[in-house]
Every structure is written in structure tokens, then in C-alpha cells.
């Protein structure tokens, strides 16, 4: 059965790092992680695409790189130089469905059960 299991969430200060890990099976095709605070909208942070082409949100631009490792099937979304405003809960999303933005979470019909990231002052 095709899942999403995220990893790797947990407390820093600013300026630390987090390794988010998304153990993937029963999935192919561009993968990507998303976050959410309380009372927003799910935010696309970043993108891998079934080239290996990567996309990321303007907000994590130089700090945040999204990879995979194809043998073990885990996407992995590595965070450094973190700020307070990084604090949110992180979810990885797969099955992506043509049409429209890959910031669209509509546009994804599989999710993981997200992990949360806090980064204090």
C-alpha cells in the first residue's frame, strides 16, 4: 500500500539545522514538502522533480536543499540557517497530478502524517 512517513522534525534555535527524512513507498514521479502553521494555508517549500530538477519557495531559498536517495526511496529535505518563521509542520506530498501549480496542495493526493519543526529565538 503506498505511503508517506515523515521523519526528522524537532526543536533548534535560529541558526541550527534539521534533516527531514520522507520514507516513500509505492510512489514515483516528482515528490515535494510542504509546511503548515495554525490558521494558514499548506505552503510548498520545495520541489524534486522526476528529472532531478529542483524548486524552492523564495522564504528557504539557499538555506533548505530537497534530495532523494532512490535506493532507500527517501526523500530528504535538508534545513540549515533556520529562523523562527521556519516553525511550522512539514509534510511530504507524492502523486502529483498535472494541471496546475506544484504549490497547489490540491494538486497532490498523497501525504505523509507530517513531522513538526520549531525553531526558537
Known amino acids: 500500500q503506498p505511503q508517506l512517513v515523515e521523519s526528522g522534525g524537532g526543536s533548534v534555535q535560529a541558526g541550527g539545522s534539521l534533516r527531514l527524512s520522507c520514507a516513500a513507498s509505492g510512489v514515483s514521479g516528482r515528490m515535494a514538502w510542504f509546511r503548515q502553521t495554525p490558521g494558514k494555508e499548506r505552503e510548498g517549500v520545495a520541489l524534486?522533480?522526476?528529472?532531478?530538477?529542483?524548486i524552492y519557495a523564495d522564504s528557504v531559498k539557499g538555506r533548505f536543499t530537497i534530495s532523494k536517495d532512490n535506493g532507500k526511496n527517501t526523500l530528504y529535505l535538508q534545513m540549515d540557517s533556520l529562523k523562527p518563521e521556519d516553525t511550522a509542520m512539514y509534510y511530504c506530498?507524492?502523486?502529483?497530478?498535472?494541471?496546475?501549480?506544484?504549490?497547489?496542495?490540491?494538486?497532490?493526493?498523497?501525504w505523509g502524517q507530517g513531522t513538526q519543526v520549531i525553531v526558537s529565538s
Open positions: 506530498a507524492a502523486a502529483y497530478r498535472a494541471g496546475g501549480s506544484w504549490t497547489t496542495p490540491a494538486r497532490w493526493s498523497m
Open positions: 524534486l522533480s522526476e528529472f532531478n530538477i529542483t
